[in-house]
């Protein structure tokens, strides 16, 4: 191999590749949350706001630290922002891909009012909140 072309190959972001060990379907949903694309929380800076909104509610997310959040947007769960425990999220099964908030997926946290983790619907979408700083600038919650 010629030197550029291992630096061209340094470069390539790494993608899960299937393992042999898991079954197809398990394969297909890594591979599947990859071409999806989500969100680390621990990539998330403290305070970063994110609206996930799912196949049923549209919840309003504040990044704390150690996984902790405040989540508000489900009339029953949590009508006012209470403090949670992000788990990540599953395909509705028992695998979780840990602090991780993927579209197509379901977001799993754990409730201080309950013993069994909160699984959300499919998540169909993320979004930053902007919101406007005290000089008027608008600060973007996810990095550019």
């Known amino acids: ?71 508000s947007g489900h009339p029953q769960y949590c009508p006012r922002p209470i403090l949670v425990q992000l788990e990540g999220s599953t395909w509705g099964g028992s695998m979780l891909k840990p602090r991780y908030i993927g579209r197509g997926m379901c977001l799993e946290f754990r409730h201080p009012m309950y013993g069994a983790p909160i699984v959300t619907s499919r998540i169909q979408d993320i979004q930053p909140v902007h919101e406007v700083g005290g000089n008027g600038a608008i600060r973007r919650s996810l990095p550019a």
């Open 1 to 71: 191999m010629l030197p550029a072309e291992t630096n061209f190959l340094a470069q390539l972001p790494l993608f899960f590749r299937p393992h042999p060990n898991l079954s197809d379907a398990v394969n297909h949903n890594i591979i599947q949350s990859e071409i999806e694309g989500g969100v680390s929380v621990m990539d998330l800076a403290p305070e970063t706001t994110l609206l996930i909104h799912t196949q049923h509610t549209c919840y309003r997310i504040v990044i704390l630290e150690d996984g902790r959040a405040l989540i």
